[in-house]
């Protein structure tokens, strides 16, 4: 089978399929107990992202057990600064701690030399994915968006209120900008080895775009957004794109005609007549599903993927979360989902 026929590339391309293709973000993790058992064997979350052959069997799991129509590599966003040479660690239930950078002084200390090869593991375990990826299987890979990346370098992990980063965005927006250029450019680099090491499809995560508005949203999450696009497709012209600006209603619009991506990764905030006669003209969609309806199963699942189905199978779709798989999902529901979806194809 030719890698342009699998179903994913092909509903991205707005060819026909017999049903809606789909994966799930997040969809190695925590809700699995073979996830689970591997996590026992590395006590930091970065060992196994670092790890090529644990990375290898975390990203097939779901593969195995669920058949979904695309393996997205397991790593993580923040293996970009860590590569850039910022501390980072993950504390067991706490999420992620870095030393935070706020200036100029905190920028200096990072370098793009020797970026790509601390992060040489990442690509040799896409290189082993590639080869033991079933031939229906579309290969994801991924990187953070330069706003949402650096929302974590500078609060120095998770945030509610994003007021450091705020703050530097605000009060000294050239040097900012510095920051958010060195990201563009590490972003750049990131996903151009991904594509070369195979992977068909990348998605660019921006988890916090939906915290700016109008020329913030502008100037950080559509411009580096775009300077990315434009670089990817200049090197790899057929290789498809994603973004996500999550949370950012209305703004999706603009970022869709403005960026140039290929697929929009819709949130489950985004009402689906939105994104059906505004988006979906302009860009692939994917989404939107809550995870919390995952998490519920049963017939609330079956009555909203039906809802989703209706509004989004006519157009170019590929049906997703609309963020990442609780770590409480049974996964019997995941189950009870591709069992939906393949009946949509019938029905
Ligand atoms: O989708 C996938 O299955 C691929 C793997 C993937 C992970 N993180 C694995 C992971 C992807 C695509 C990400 C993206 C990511 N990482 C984002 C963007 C998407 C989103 O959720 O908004 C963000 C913001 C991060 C940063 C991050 N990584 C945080 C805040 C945390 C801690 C919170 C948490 O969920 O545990 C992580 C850790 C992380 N990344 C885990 C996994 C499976 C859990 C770590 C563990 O098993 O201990």
């Known amino acids: 089978m030719r890698s342009d026929e699998k179903t994913l590339l092909r509903a991205i391309r707005g060819k026909s399929v017999e049903r809606p293709p789909y ?23 970065f060992d196994l992202c670092f790890n090529p052959t644990l990375a290898t069997e975390v990203t097939l799991q779901p593969i195995r057990r669920f058949g979904m129509d695309a393996a997205i590599l397991f790593s993580d966003i923040l293996v970009i600064p860590h590569a850039l040479t910022q501390k980072v660690v993950f504390k067991e239930g706490e999420g992620p701690i870095l030393d935070a950078i706020q200036d100029q002084s905190g920028l200096a200390s990072l370098t793009l030399d020797g970026f790509i090869d601390r992060l040489a593991p990442v690509y040799e375990a896409v290189g082993m994915i590639k080869e033991e990826l079933p031939l229906q299987t579309a290969f994801i890979g991924f990187a953070g968006a330069p706003w949402t990346v650096a929302t974590y370098m500078v609060e120095g992990g998770g945030s509610r209120g994003f007021v450091k980063t705020q703050a530097w965005a605000n009060g000294d927006p050239d ?20 594509i070369r090491g195979g992977v068909e499809v990348v998605q660019i995560f921006d988890s916090w775009a939906g915290i700016l508005k109008d020329r913030d949203f502008a100037r950080w999450v559509i411009a580096p957004t775009l300077a990315i696009v434009e670089a990817i497709k200049r090197a790899h012209p057929t290789i498809p794109i994603i973004g996500f600006p999550r949370g950012s209603g209305s703004q999706y619009l603009g970022y869709a005609q403005e960026t140039g991506v290929d697929v929009l990764s819709l949130d489950q905030d985004l009402p689906l007549a939105f994104g059906r006669d505004s988006l979906q003209p302009i860009a692939a969609v994917q989404g939107n599903l809550d995870p919390v309806l995952l998490v519920a199963g049963g017939s609330a699942l079956k009555t909203r993927v039906d809802e989703i189905l209706a509004a989004f199978r006519q157009g170019r779709f590929i049906f997703n979360l609309g963020h990442g798989i609780l770590p409480h ?10 069992q939906l979806l393949d009946r949509a194809g019938r029905g």
């Open 175 to 194: 040097g900012f900008q510095k920051l958010i250029d060195l990201l563009t450019q590490a972003t750049i680099l990131h996903l151009d080895a991904q």
């Open 23 to 45: 994966w799930l973000m997040r969809q190695a993790g925590r809700y699995l107990p073979e996830y689970r058992e591997i996590r026992t064997k590395v006590s930091d979350f």
């Open 329 to 338: 999902t049974p996964p019997e529901n995941v189950a009870q989902l591709g």
